[in-house]
């Protein structure tokens, strides 16, 4: 009997997520979204994006202007509100390339799909099996980590970070069995690269600009400008794979996402892997949050039926992609930072902190509320 390559790990309550599952009409009488039946209707944009010619077109009661007078005194440098493959509203430079934070790991999660498909990554193998080590040694309890722990941020791996972004209230080793815990550990991300381009012979950058840049037709990318980075002197053999992206880009992951991967008639992450990935792993991340693999869960804070099987990427000072499916919503923000210091930060160069984190969510709470208006 063949393994399912997608079979839901025993750990916690598990709840699958049918990505792209409610129909959307765009009523011009009423202007108000349905939460229907399923659709695999996909919708996405050609060689440029095409815009609605206003919000209300696409089924808002306005034309946003409240959402925009909330943007106006954050850090923001871009937003973007699709709905149905078309750009309903923007707001800066869409163009701007920036450094991505660590929605890179949704980014990763995406890249997994097809090679977790054909067999090439198994998410049961553990450290152990693929000879994952590191500069403090691991311990027998630590290499039985799977790759699906990797995912899940539940490693139980609490050795030194390769780079800085993750949790800094690290448990002792050994406190928590892998699976049992959830800690949001760089080492766990990092080792989730160093697993794929190990079993896969391609590197991350090579993997995302053949299988998402190009089939889905990336207007701003640059395969010279993503980079690998981490602490110098290194703290662990596992670095960090950080992308630079632009708005309009990271759309089109998101519309990929909530066409159920389809991209033009062509299945470009497995159907299969957009459920699952998306698929309740960890019930309570945080206050807010579930957690997938490598995605955030924001139905867990907000329960309204618009947020049913909802998902974010989620990176630092503002970097965001929110999927809403009920809704065939997609919200881009993002928060742009200078190449020089995104990179002084992640080699400890720059201990300074920028502030103006924008949270994304509220703003979101906003633009929905423009359609159940």
């Keep these: 009997m063949t393994q399912n390559p997608f ?13 792209g599952a409610a129909a959307l009409a765009f009523n011009n009488a009423t202007r108000a979204p349905a939460f229907a039946a399923a659709a695999k209707t996909e919708h996405n944009p050609g060689a440029h994006w095409e815009r609605w010619a206003k919000p209300q077109d696409a089924g808002f009661m306005n034309d946003l202007s409240k959402v925009e007078d909330t943007l106006y005194p954050l850090t923001t440098t871009s937003f973007m509100v699709v709905r149905g493959g078309k750009i309903a509203y923007s707001y800066g430079n869409l163009e701007q390339v920036s450094y991505l934070a660590s929605a890179r790991k ?45 995912l899940m941020s539940s490693s139980g791996v609490y050795t030194p970070q390769g780079s ?6 690290t448990p002792p080793r050994g406190t928590y069995k892998p699976g049992e815990h959830f800690h949001y550990n760089n080492w766990d991300f990092n080792v989730a690269g160093f697993v794929f381009e190990k079993l896969t012979g391609k590197t991350v950058f090579k993997a995302l600009q053949e ?22 002197p290194a703290t662990s053999k596992y670095q960090a794979y950080h992308l630079f992206l632009s708005n309009r880009d990271m759309g089109r992951l998101g519309v990929c996402m909530i066409n159920g991967g389809r991209w033009n008639g ?6 299969a892997w957009v459920k699952e990935s998306t698929a309740t792993h960890v019930v309570e991340a945080n206050k807010e949050n579930g957690y997938g693999y490598l995605w955030w869960l924001p139905s867990h804070g907000r329960k309204g039926p618009e947020w049913a099987g909802s998902f974010e990427a989620n990176g630092h000072f503002g970097q965001y992609i929110v999927v809403l499916p009920a809704l065939d919503l997609v919200v881009v923000h993002r928060r742009a930072v200078a190449d020089e210091y995104a990179i002084a930060r992640n ?23 423009a359609l159940k208006a």
């Design 347 to 369: 080699t400890g160069r720059a201990e300074y902190d920028a502030p103006g984190t924008v949270s994304i969510l509220p703003i979101v709470d906003k633009v929905v509320a």
């Design 7 to 19: 079979l839901l790990s025993r750990r916690g309550a598990v709840q699958t997520l049918a990505v």
């Design 266 to 271: 062509k299945q470009i992450v497995p159907e």
């Design 211 to 232: 299988d998402l840049a190009t089939p889905l037709g990336f207007e701003d990318f640059d395969i010279n400008r993503q980079r690998m980075l981490g602490y110098v």
């Design 164 to 169: 800085p972004g993750g949790d800094q209230d």
């Design 106 to 150: 949704s980014v990763m999660s995406m890249l997994y799909g097809k090679y977790v498909a054909n067999g090439t990554i198994k998410l049961d193998a553990t450290m152990a099996d693929l000879g994952i080590d590191d500069m403090v040694g691991l311990t027998p309890q630590e290499k039985s980590a799977t790759v699906r722990h990797i």
